[in-house]
């Protein structure tokens, strides 16, 4: 085994041994190890089993993370992406009143496609249309909406019938032990400590237990992992019906399922460029070796993660950890994936996580990614307003959806009336079309 470890990740030629590589990895996981508690609770709110999602997590993150590091031989891990669950459970489930079962059809057709572009070489295509501001502003409008979520799950904003929001009630224990776990991973982050978030959810969750707001679980902390039957092939279900393939190739499913594609193919392309630069192996244009193995690794993951229950896999930024602390091969992404496989029997104990407790690791994370605004130039009118409404219509319209389709269009109508018609896409005025059809319909209907 060490022997075949050595030879089929080179581990001679790229300076590293077994012993580094693994440890890398579980560092890696403890850095995104959140995911385990912050995606069953997001998905959860759709009605989806939230025993069953954990499962699911956590298959799907062993499954995609070993993909990368068996086809591509890449140190980056993979998991169902923070933003685009926020998109699946509240834009397009709770907003636009979709079953969950509709999303994670959604979901498969994206993984598809996906796999098609990616075969076909469309992905550098694709890219490179797609306004550069657009590409700025939607991780950013992405980051202010999921600080909004974490602020809202924890009662820190609540509603107001008169000034639609205000700040929350500082009696409740949900918004102490939001602001606990948000100190605490604050602090650890400015004092560079890997897994901070993973140890403000523990803090924020022995707050919430020394307050009497949680048990510990009864019997074991490990336990057979939870069924995911509940889950499990749903995102296939509609196309065994002729009502389901009405909805497949409905306008919804259309723009469900670009917006799906257009923020996973962009947030996984700029995760990739960004942890593997740190290995010095990235050419002038950011491009890499084996970089289409990588994107075959999450088109076929979130293909997968589709069936199995949960929303689009990507690539997660926090794999950077790993590579920082030596991971220089797919054995960094082999340990980590070890280590969800050995979270999968704790369930008990993760699942003892109050919501409250993960809504700091959701505000740290629209943090890192409103970071993506400061490369805008908001003195061009034509790109700054465009990507303002972009950022601006995500937290204020509760839908990513909502954001990227005005944000679209205002750029399409600024760049054509001010004589920069030269500076829109073929691809941006199809997708404009769309659109604007989209709305039209939805107008007649309410007419109707």
Known sequence: MKQFLY??????????TIKKELLAGIITFLTMSYVLIVNPNILSETGMDREALFTTTALATILATLLMA????????????MGLNSFFAFSVVLGLGYSWQFALTAVFIEGVIFILLTFFNIREIIIKSIPNVLKDAIPAGIGLFIALIGFKVSGIVVSNPNTLVSLGDFSQHNVWIAFAGLIV????????VNGAILIG???????????????LPEGSFMSVPPSISPIFGKAIEPMLTLEGWKQIFSVDMLIIVFTFLFVNLFDTVGTLIGVVSKMGITDKDGNFPR????????????????????????AYVESAAGVASGGKTGLTSVGTALMFLLALFFAPLFLMVPTAATAPAL???????????????????????????TIAFMPFTYSI????????????????????????????????????????????????
């Open 363 to 389: 505000i740290i994370i629209g943090l890192f990614m409103i970071s993506s605004v400061a490369k805008i130039n908001f003195s061009d009118f034509t790109e700054g307003l465009p990507a303002f409404l």
């Open 401 to 448: 959806a909502e954001g990227i389709v005005f944000g679209m269009l205002s750029f399409m109508i600024l760049k054509v009336f001010s004589g920069r018609h030269k500076e829109v896409s073929m691809t941006v005025y199809l997708v404009s079309v769309l659109f604007i059809l989209k709305i039209v319909l939805d107008a007649l209907h309410i007419l109707g």
């Open 7 to 16: 030879h089929f990740f080179q581990l001679k030629e790229n300076q590293t």
């Open 291 to 314: 970089m289409k193995k990588a994107l075959f690794s999450d088109a076929i993951g979130t293909t997968a993660g589709a069936i199995l229950g949960t929303s689009t896999i990507t």
């Open 201 to 215: 959810i523990i803090v924020s969750t022995i707050f919430a237990f020394i307050l009497g707001d949680i048990t």
């Open 70 to 81: 068996f086809l591509a031989k890449l140190p980056i891990a993979q998991g169902p992406g």
């Open 185 to 192: 991973t604050a602090i650890f982050f400015a004092r560079n």
